[in-house]
């Protein structure tokens, strides 16, 4: 998952979705560096990541930002390259229409939030008290603070010189 995630602007899950499902490979490396997007899209792709009968591995390659994150930990493993970057924060998006309409959608909003800092509550075992503080200021996490905090399981540290050395 190399690009945002939404079918108007990045990956589609009506056409990831069914090709995830397709693979029948007993492990699968799910590689990520994406600044996130649609939380709608990626709770159908969560779903299907989650649901999955293989096993699969995240990898987050660069960084997985806001709705990147819900994709990564519906894995049965999180990887974080040393260097890469994790981004939660509350949903938010762009509405228009009457005072009615903003109101809706303000709703809409915190449901949503609610729902993601609950995923965020599961996978990290810390409190919903304590995820809602990162999410209400937006925080950026390194490999190693990811880590601590329980969002990933363990760090990849390329180590220079090691592959291909003779």
């Given at each position: 998952?190399?690009?945002a ?120 075992g ?16 390194t ?24």
């Amino acid at each position: 998952i190399y690009d945002a995630i939404g079918g108007w602007f990045g990956i589609d899950p009506r056409e990831w979705v069914p090709e995830f499902n397709s693979i029948t490979a007993k492990t699968i490396h799910l590689r990520i560096n994406s600044p996130g997007g649609s939380v709608f899209d990626a709770q159908a792709m969560k779903t299907a990541i989650a649901q999955h009968p293989s096993r699969v591995v995240a990898h987050v390659d660069g960084m997985a930002a806001s709705a990147a994150t819900t994709l990564a930990i519906a894995a049965r493993e999180v990887e974080m390259t040393n260097g890469a970057m994790w981004l939660i924060h509350n949903a938010w998006g762009l509405a228009m229409g009457g005072a009615e309409d903003l109101e809706s959608y303000a709703d809409l909003l915190r449901k949503a939030t609610s729902a993601i800092a609950q995923d965020y509550v599961r996978k990290t075992g810390k409190t919903i008290a304590q995820v809602k503080a990162w999410m209400d200021a937006e925080t950026w996490f390194t490999a190693s603070e990811a880590k601590r905090h329980g969002f990933v399981d363990r760090i990849f540290e390329d180590k220079p010189g090691a592959r291909g050395a003779s």
